[in-house]
Structures are given as C-alpha cells and as structure tokens.
C-alpha cells in the first residue's frame, strides 16, 4: 500500500458515506473496513479522523448538510402547500438514496455540537418559514413540524423495512398522506382565521 497523499478528511467521510449507504447501516463501516476500501492502513486514518465516532460525527454533519441542501433545492421558489409537498417528497428520496445515513439525520443533537445544531436550526428556520406561508407560527408551526416529521419518518422507515408488500402504488399512499396532514393543517389556519 502506496502513500495516499489525496487523502483528506472530506474524502475519508464521503466514502465512508458510500460504504455505509452500499450496506444499509451506518454500523456497517469499521476503521479497519473504511481503511481497506481506501487502500491505506488503518493507522492512517488518524491522520484525518480521531475515532470511529469522530468518523460517525463527520457523517452526520454531512449527511444533515446534504439533507438541509436538497431540501432548499426542492423548495426554491415555492411556498405553502407545494413547498411543503416538495420538502415531504425529497425527504423521502433521500431516505431511499441514502439508507445507510439516514438514520444519522433524525436525532436531535447534543446541545454542545455546535456544527450539528446549526444545521438542524437551520432545517427548522427553513420549515418554519413555509408553515408561516400556511399561516402557522410559534408553538403551532413547532407542532406542525413535529408531525411532519412523524409521518415522513414512520411512511420512510416502514418503506426501507418493506413493510409494505401489497400490490398498491406506494408513491400514491405517500401522496395522500402528505395531502391528509396537509388539509389538516389548512382545516387548523382556516378556523384560527374565522375565530
């Protein structure tokens, strides 16, 4: 094995990105196992990752920034319901690309990972703005998201467990979903404007 002095921080986390997502599992990707695919010894990868944790940190940071980017991608210039439609169909592609780092987007992180909470506030700025083209804000806007994320999830993870095998269009059971809980949140600003 070759000296690897291309290697950087950004490539190690990117294929450790690829291993993680080829096997479904983020606990799929072991220093030794990352070290092979790239061709190094495992000792070298110190050099940019200080622990198999420090390497799961890094693929959390990048798969929330990859999120958080295809998110805004999706919502450019929409608002209200079609942005939220948008936002409820890219989450759910990213889930399906992305099956071995999903799982690193959901939590909530710790308040004293600095990188890590500036992307998840970010990612809750941005729904929060299209819940206020609905007419939703404050604590109502925070509840509409905390169902948002509950039936992406749960539809998402049902999906990747294929829980879901009767000879029915999936794409169309998602669709009514999002439109379900979306009629729910116009029913919800519709009676707040008629108070």
């Given at each position: 094995?070759g000296?690897?002095?291309?290697l ?9 990105i690829?291993?993680?997502d080829?096997?479904g599992?983020v ?17 070298s990868?110190?050099?940019?990752v ?19 980017e295809?998110l805004?991608?999706?919502s450019?210039g ?12 890219t ?17 909530a ?5 600095k ?12 729904l929060l703005l ?5 007419g ?5 806007a925070?509840?509409?998201i905390?169902g948002l ?10 999906e ?5 095998m009767?000879p029915l269009?999936?794409?169309e059971?998602?669709e009514?979903?999002?439109?379900a ?10 009676s707040?404007?008629e108070?």
């Amino acid at each position: 094995m070759g000296k690897r002095r291309w290697l950087d921080r950004e490539l190690v986390i990117a294929r450790a990105i690829e291993m993680a997502d080829s096997a479904g599992s983020v606990t799929a990707v072991s220093l030794t196992a990352l070290a092979r695919a790239l061709d190094i010894r495992t000792p070298s990868l110190y050099n940019h990752v200080a622990s198999l944790e420090d390497l799961q940190h890094g693929m959390a940071v990048a798969a929330l920034r990859q999120l958080l980017e295809d998110l805004r991608r999706a919502s450019a210039g929409l608002v209200g319901r079609p942005a939220l439609e948008a936002v409820a169909c890219t989450y759910r592609r990213f889930a399906q690309a992305h099956p071995g780092i999903y799982s690193l987007t959901i939590g909530a992180p710790d308040p004293n990972d600095k990188e890590l909470t500036v992307l998840s506030q970010e990612l809750i700025h941005m729904l929060l703005l299209l819940l206020a083209s609905l007419g939703l804000y404050g604590d109502d806007a925070i509840h509409a998201i905390r169902g948002l994320r509950a039936i992406l999830h749960g539809f998402t993870l049902l999906e990747m467990a294929e829980g879901y095998m009767m000879p029915l269009d999936r794409d169309e059971s998602f669709e009514r979903l999002v439109k379900a809980y979306l009629d729910g949140i116009d029913a919800v600003t519709d009676s707040a404007l008629e108070a």
